[in-house]
Each structure stands twice: as C-alpha cells, then as structure tokens.
C-alpha cells in the first residue's frame, strides 16, 4: 500500500509541473539482504481534468516461486481539483 500512495504522489508532482499527459514507469522492488524480489509496473493517463492511474507488481526469482507467482494490480481513476488527484474509484 505505502508503493502504491508513494506512486501516486510521485505521478502528482511529475503532472503538476509538467503538464504531461501521460506518464509510464518500472520500478525494481528490494527487500533488506534478499535484494530485487519484483517488479512493478505503474502508469498515469490524464485526459482534461479526469485520471487513470494504474500499478501491476509481480515477484522475481525465488519470491515468485515462494508467492505462487502472485500478481497485484491496482487502479485508480477520478478527477483532478486544483492539482490534486481525488479518487472516485479504487480497486
């Protein structure tokens, strides 16, 4: 949960002073001294005042064969007020 707010966050201060429509990235997830464990995938689509943000993060090496190959998405969507992203949905 605390990947997916810091994401957003991140996707609210890139848009905020950019103005881009549309924003992609992969992001490595570590652990301590298990190191890279996963990856994510997230994603920011913007049209006028509406947004889409959506993250998928799946396990690597050994912790996806310990987490049976486990995959999360998340995706939420609403508008913008005053730079701000308010959500209307969150699945």
Same mark, same amino acid.
């Given at each position: 949960m605390k /990947?997916? /707010?810091? /994401?957003?966050l991140f996707f609210t201060a890139v848009f905020a002073e950019t103005g881009v429509r549309t924003l992609k990235a992969e992001y490595a997830i570590s652990y301590a001294i298990f190191g890279k464990i996963g990856? $994510? @995938? $997230?994603? /920011?689509?913007? @049209?006028?005042?509406r947004y889409i943000a959506t993250i998928s993060a799946q396990a690597t090496g050994v912790a996806k064969i310990m987490s049976n190959r486990r995959i999360e998405r998340y995706k939420s969507s609403g508008i913008i007020v005053n730079g701000r992203l308010e959500p209307l949905l969150f699945t």
């Open positions: /990947l997916i /707010l810091t /994401l957003l990856k $994510a @995938d $997230a994603s /920011l689509r913007v @049209d006028k005042n």
